[in-house]
């Protein structure tokens, strides 16, 4: 195997980089916003989003569809670098600002809303197992029988999963916010309320669009917003902690970067990504989001641990973006697709972007270094060679197992 025309790999942490993608323009995704994404090693889960827009065009290609919601599951492969719609039944309506989470096979998506936003929201939960996506029937989505204190039927809410459990956030009806803190055990399929919002001691205000984060049985709040009479977006000077232990709110001042201009912290922001380092889970880092004037391309890094916030300098976006959605694969890199894309940080009236841009957090293992430059070099040759073929070059069972998934994407 041999290629002389190509660039040579580098490895770049900490900066962005935008992934290839089909290049038949039908053949991977609308631009969206409000969409949500997860992701594995070997691939980007994207479910549902929004485009209010009926005809999009994607180069030279006009597409139009019927409706400006999304109802539909793509996987995206990192080795092959396509696009591949999921085939799918029962596909949940709740389609913008749900969240989405991924447990091994099975994906869970949770809370939403459809279009017109707000019209009708959203308490329900729904599985469906990825392993089935090539049966004949594909995956099925089936909406969970659940009992408890369950939620209010909201979209936006801030939602993470540790271990069996779901914890719920806050979130809106489109009229009125919330910030009930709810847990949903997966095993029981039982939903409890750990904390009833009253507006009172430390408790965070009302709001939706904000990233919530578990570590170390506590649960911490990042930015968010709220509508109304005027718009209120929230800021990061200071972090919301919910203690699992105690069920109490706490206020707890963080230290600001003072290598760079004041204020050392993100501005106030909703509508921006979260996610925590898959090695160091102390560390956590936010990007992009909008204040109500202008959407953001920077990049901070929050230590639980420090409560010390740093602003990766050189680490930046390609474009500003908020409604976007970003996950971090188990090696650590950090994906964002979608979102409302802006020119520059002043004007927030951009398109929609179905890009993929991504970036290393950490350095990972020597093999997976040495697997994304095999990619580089050699993606065609090993995708065309038989199975035999590939177990002669000596692949780790590992990656000739991706290939070979992979294939079935083509």
Known sequence: MSNNSISTYKFKPFQFTTLKKNSDPQLHPLARSGHRVVCNSAYLFSYGGFNPQNSVRQGNLLRTRVSSAMRELWKYSFDLAEWKIIKCQNV???????????????????????????????????????????????????????????????????????????????????????MDVHRFDLSTRKWELLHKSLGEGQEPEPRYRHEVVCYKDRIYIFGGGRGGTRNIYYGFSKIHMFDLATRQWQFLPAKHDHRVPKPGYPNNRSCHSCVQCPENSNLVYICGGFDGFQSFKD????????????????????????????????????????????????????????????????????????????????????????????????????????????????
């Not at 049966?135 to 939620?151: A, R, T």
């Open 92 to 178: 949940p309506q709740e389609l913008a600002s749900s969240s989405v989470s991924l447990s091994g096979n099975i994906i869970i998506i949770y809370g939403g809303t459809g279009v017109p936003f707000g019209a009708f929201c959203s308490n329900r939960m729904y599985l469906a197992n990825l392993a089935n996506e090539y049966k004949e029937n594909g995956m099925i989505f089936e909406e969970l029988e659940v009992s408890g204190d369950v939620p209010l039927p909201l979209y936006g809410q801030g939602v993470v999963m540790d271990g069996k459990y779901i914890y719920s956030i806050g979130g809106t009806s489109g009229y009125e916010y919330e």
């Open 299 to 410: 990049v901070w890094r929050f230590d639980f641990d420090t409560l010390q916030w740093e602003k990766l300098t050189k680490c930046i976006m390609p474009r500003p973006v908020y409604f976007h959605s970003t996950a971090v694969t188990p090696s650590g890199r950090m994906c964002c697709y979608g979102g409302i894309i802006s020119e520059d940080d002043i004007d927030a009236r951009g398109g929609r972007s179905n890009d993929i841009t991504c970036a290393w957090i950490i350095i990972p293992k020597l093999k997976v270094i040495c697997w994304e430059a095999m990619i580089h070099y050699f993606k065609d040759q090993m995708f065309e060679s038989s199975d035999e073929s590939l177990k002669k070059i000596g692949l780790p069972q590992e990656f000739y197992e991706r290939i070979i998934e992979a294939r079935r994407v083509c």
